[in-house]
């Protein structure tokens, strides 16, 4: 089967079992991501065709099919622009650690068509995004997940508010994220509940321009309206505690 592959160039994975597969990616040391996504799919008929209609459960299912595959996978060697078109809709299947080198990697090179580099060169997301013919939405909107999901995690360890911020930051230093572009960006792109809690974040934190309470419950009871949102609901409810924004609640 391997040699089948080498020599053929082509083959395809739905007869063959996982150990095989795996076998072949040993062999060929190649990324073939969207083929086992392919099949990962085929072994569970009942997943819905767009990633963007899975519930928590499907990418469960199809996590752990596809769980001892991964690892076999050189996701390194794509470009910004394959990583956002084919991985990123799949990303939490992707193990934690492995997400975040990603992460870190993608907004790390100003062109991935170029041989891998350790050093960190870009200087925005903006830059890399016209460099990789990116569309600017989609590669905000990356940020702009990374950061909330980065954000619930901190208040989740129970850190406090001055320490919560201060950690933020320093995640923009080190995944060289530039905190005045995300804000102008957020001031004209506030559309899904994400972003709007974000800029409601950087509001309340008075992160690129002062703290202004008012402006971020607004947005936090905003972002809470159009879908549940965790992160919404635990800010509106720091705003009541400590009176920012509106008039303290008694008692």
Not at 70 to 90: A, G, M, Q, R
Not at 115 to 122: A, F, G, H, W
Request: net charge negative; with cysteine.
């Amino acid at each position: 089967m391997v040699l089948r592959y080498i020599y053929g160039g082509r083959l395809s994975l739905e007869e063959y079992d996982t150990s095989d597969i795996i076998r072949i990616l040993v062999a060929s040391n190649e990324l073939i991501w969207e083929q086992v996504l392919k099949w990962g799919i085929a072994q569970n008929p009942e997943l819905p065709s767009d990633p963007s209609s899975y519930s928590k459960n499907d990418f469960i299912t199809l996590k752990n099919t596809l769980q001892q595959l991964i690892p076999f996978i050189n996701f390194f060697n794509l470009t910004s622009k394959e990583y956002l078109d084919k991985v990123y809709p799949y990303k939490k299947i992707i193990p934690k650690d492995l997400r975040e080198n990603l992460f870190k990697h993608f907004m790390d090179q100003p062109n991935n068509n170029s041989e891998p580099k350790t050093t960190k060169e870009i200087d925005s997301i903006a830059t890399s995004s016209k460099q990789e013919n990116l569309p600017a939405e989609e590669a905000f909107n990356i940020i702009v997940d990374e950061i909330d999901n980065f954000i619930y995690k901190l208040l989740n360890k129970g850190i406090d508010r001055k320490s919560e911020k201060q950690k933020v930051i320093e995640y923009f230093n080190d995944y060289n994220i530039n905190s005045q572009e995300i804000y102008n960006w957020l001031l004209n792109n506030r559309i899904s509940r994400n972003s709007i809690f974000l800029f409601g974040y950087f509001n309340y934190h008075g992160i690129v321009a002062n703290e202004n309470y008012d402006e971020a419950l607004s947005l936090f009871i905003c972002a809470l309206a159009q879908e549940h949102n965790k992160l919404a609901q635990y800010f509106i409810g720091e705003c009541y505690r400590f009176g920012l924004g509106i008039t303290r609640m008694k008692n």
